[in-house]
């Protein structure tokens, strides 16, 4: 059981560039979500999911793309990067209802130059 | 959506109790109030969550006000692993319950030798 993983750990990106983020989880969860933490500050919902085929926008989801096509994976996609997406990205799962604690990925550091 | 109000730092010494608080402006009567911790350089950890009564786990208890509009997480014996930056999660609307979580600015813990 290897929880929520994300790859890559580390990537630098030059503006212009696009790429995806991938997170996987092995524990069967209907909730995804994404956030990005900037220094010092809180986390911030990009964009989140209740279940496979389903999406929605969360505070931050402008430059971002998503899709959940499996159960198991959500990766994020950075359209057309840009310095402002310069981040820590994280993604967590949870099953459903407010019950459950949410489990998070160890996070993706993302430059963009 | 309700905001929250907590300290932005405290301290403790190693073995001591520590409460940290959490004020909730406006609640949702049916979502959970989740506490989360974030230790220096992980992503964040799931510690506790609860509804409408006082919650106990290995790591924490959770004391919440009767009009839910507080919560208290209790520590019971700090150690220098419980060093972090603890996240209240407010039982916003459509919040814990639908796959979303709403960071604040969170409490930094210190705790000293």
């Known amino acids: 059981n290897a929880g929520v993983t994300q790859t890559p750990k580390f990537q630098v990106l030059k503006t212009g560039q696009s790429m995806t983020l991938q997170c996987a989880q092995d524990?069967?969860?209907?909730?995804m979500s994404w956030y990005r933490q900037d220094p010092g500050m809180g986390l911030r919902l990009i964009h989140y999911s209740v279940g496979a085929g389903i999406t929605d926008q969360g505070e931050v989801p402008n430059g971002y793309n998503v899709s959940r096509s499996t159960t198991e994976d959500f990766p994020l996609r950075l359209l057309s990067a840009a310095p402002s997406q310069t981040s820590v990205y994280f993604c967590?799962?949870?099953?459903?209802?407010?019950?459950?604690?949410?489990?998070f990925g160890s996070g993706t550091r993302l430059t963009v130059v | 959506d309700a905001k929250t109000t907590q300290p932005n730092s405290m301290e403790s010494n190693e073995e001591e109790p520590v409460h940290l608080p959490c004020n909730h402006s406006?609640?949702?009567?049916?979502?959970?109030i989740h506490w989360y911790r974030q230790l220096p350089s992980q992503g964040p950890e799931y510690v506790i969550h609860?509804?409408?009564s006082n919650v106990n786990n290995r790591m924490a208890s959770l004391a919440i006000a009767e009009d839910r509009k507080s919560s208290t997480l209790i520590l019971h014996r700090a150690t220098l692993r419980d060093a972090a930056v603890y996240y209240c999660?407010?039982?916003?609307?459509?919040?814990?319950?639908?796959?979303?979580?709403?960071f604040g600015q969170g409490t930094i813990l210190t705790v000293h030798p």
């Open positions: 609860g509804l409408t």
């Open positions: 999660i407010p039982p916003n609307a459509g919040g814990t319950s639908y796959g979303k979580l709403t």
């Open positions: 967590a799962s949870s099953r459903t209802g407010g019950g459950y604690g949410y489990t």
């Open positions: 524990m069967n969860h209907e909730y």
């Open positions: 406006t609640i949702s009567g049916t979502d959970y």
